[in-house]
């Protein structure tokens, strides 16, 4: 059974740190001082779990007056295409209404923007490179 929980524990974070090194440190090489990075302390931060076992994770902070930023969203690659990203999504969007965000912004790497535009982001940026992975920026409002 999968659920997404925002991390409350220390072992919940390291969970989630655990996911993003494996997905964008080892997978896709992304240096692990670039992905550890100083907003870790004050973000929100989510786990995707199969059970006891952390396969999934994501944070959104706060950038602005009512703007949520979300960030480092990954799915270990054996449990990609489940739609545990939706999941993951859907929880991060909550967790951003209730605490009255009316805009989520994301740097979306660009082979995922199909996804994010399926969850209805659009983009708002030419291509970019962060960590020497192609990017674009994309929003969506989600004021009720």
């Keep these: 059974m999968f659920e997404v929980k925002i991390a ?9 740190f655990f996911v993003r090194k494996k997905v964008f440190v080892e997978e896709q090489g992304v240096p692990l ?4 990075d100083e907003f870790d302390k004050s973000a929100t931060h989510f786990v995707v779990y199969e059970d006891e076992r ?6 959104i902070r706060e ?7 979300v960030e480092r969203v990954c799915i270990l690659k054996e ?10 999504m859907k929880a ?18 660009s082979y995922a923007i199909p996804f994010y535009e399926k969850l209805g ?13 192609p990017h674009r ?7 009720a």
């Design 8 to 16: 409350c524990t220390e072992k919940e974070r390291d969970d989630a």
């Design 33 to 36: 001082n670039l992905e550890i």
């Design 54 to 59: 952390p396969i999934g994770a994501g944070r």
């Design 63 to 69: 950038i602005q007056e009512g703007i949520g930023k």
């Design 79 to 88: 449990y990609r295409g489940k739609h545990l990203g939706n999941l993951a």
């Design 92 to 109: 991060l969007e909550k967790q951003a209404q209730e605490t009255k965000m009316k805009k989520i912004v994301l740097n979306a790497q």
């Design 121 to 133: 982001y659009v983009v708002t940026s030419p291509e970019f490179m962060d960590a020497d992975i």
């Design 137 to 143: 920026a994309m929003e969506k409002d989600i004021e």
